[in-house]
């Protein structure tokens, strides 16, 4: 097998609580409605500080950079505030990007917080930072009570006024439809010029697509099989064509839970747990929270509609999940041959590898980063060039 083009690899985090109660079948979702009273907050003490250790060592191992992200109310992921991990992140590393996938803005009354709060750890971190923006999925805007019939609108309004604080000199002023402001005078301004990189996460939509096209942004996919993100991969480049424009591999991303052991059968028998707890207890949520009314335009009500009927997350068997190609497990050189078909076939150049996988302990987390970093990236990286003698 030959070797695929250069990739970028990301150690993603997601920071869940992995200590639901035995009886938690009988809760409808990990999210929103899920009691608080299952979170303990000494455990929650030794789990923040597991999860940055884990973090920190991403950058001994030589991943490009790490992942944080913003979720609210829920046992999924104990990251309401992205930011503040990312600043802790920049203090405890050196040379790694810390990419903030992202701040979810429809679901911040003041936008300019979130360009100060990236500017501030753009500077702190050296230029370092990654800017992931996102729309927070259909459950945050119940955690938040923020309308959802507005959320694409706020969504475009607060990203181009952040970009406008970061690149054009202050005072000046902001009247826009949801937000107002007399003075956008930020201090400080982000190290990186014009700003720093822009990455959205998707599942799919026609009109982020066609967005993300015009703004040459870094677009990532996000657990979908892998058939539906070869369709919104074709559409991307599609809407780069229909402009003039090429989508390079670096401005196609994909995010994908992984679990490397040192045989396929280890793997199997280790992983299956935990990639069960990711997809069927993390990600298990009431529809009606995933959708709220207004929250998906009738272009994509049609668009889900048209195709076949799928199951939530948490109804899929493991053996669904790995046909569908929703995971990625196996020994380093299974995990490697199975990379380079989804290269092939994908064409993306940026991976975001979920590696601490729901309720995996330190030492399985750790293995498996050690293995993915040692015998599967090597094989995606340049190779070394040799001076002549």
Known sequence: MTSPGP??????????????PADFDRYESSSVTFPNAFYDPERGHELYNRYLDELEYAEQLGFDGVCVNEHHQTAYGN??????????????????????????LPLRANPLR????????DVTSGGRVISGFVRGIGMEYFGTGVNPTVSRDRFYEAHDLIVKAWTTPGPFRWIGKHYRYNYVNIWPR????????IWVPGVGSRETIEWMAEMEYTYLSVYAPKAQIQRWFDQLREAYEARGKKASPDRIGMLIPIYVADTDAQAHEEGRQHIMWLFGKGLKMKFE???????????GIR??????????????????????NQAIVGSAASVR????????????????ALLQIGDMPHDRTVRSMELFASEVMPHFRPAP???AG
């Open 7 to 20: 990739m970028q690899f990301y150690f993603f985090h997601l920071m869940p609580w992995p200590y639901l």
């Open 79 to 104: 990251m309401p505030s992205p930011n503040i991990m990312a600043a802790m992140l920049a203090r405890r590393t050196s040379r790694i990007t810390l990419a903030i996938v992202g701040n979810g």
């Open 114 to 121: 979130v360009a100060e709060e990236v500017a501030m750890i």
């Open 190 to 197: 982000p190290l990186q010029q014009p700003h720093p990189p």
């Open 289 to 299: 929270h995933l959708m709220p009314p207004g929250y998906v335009s009738l272009d």
């Open 303 to 324: 668009a889900g509609l048209s195709g076949r009927a799928r199951k939530p997350f948490h109804e899929h068997s493991y053996e669904e999940l790995l046909e569908n």
């Open 337 to 352: 041959d199975q990379l380079t078909e989804f290269q092939k076939d994908l064409g993306f150049g940026v991976l975001c």
């Open 385 to 387: 060039v040799v001076a």
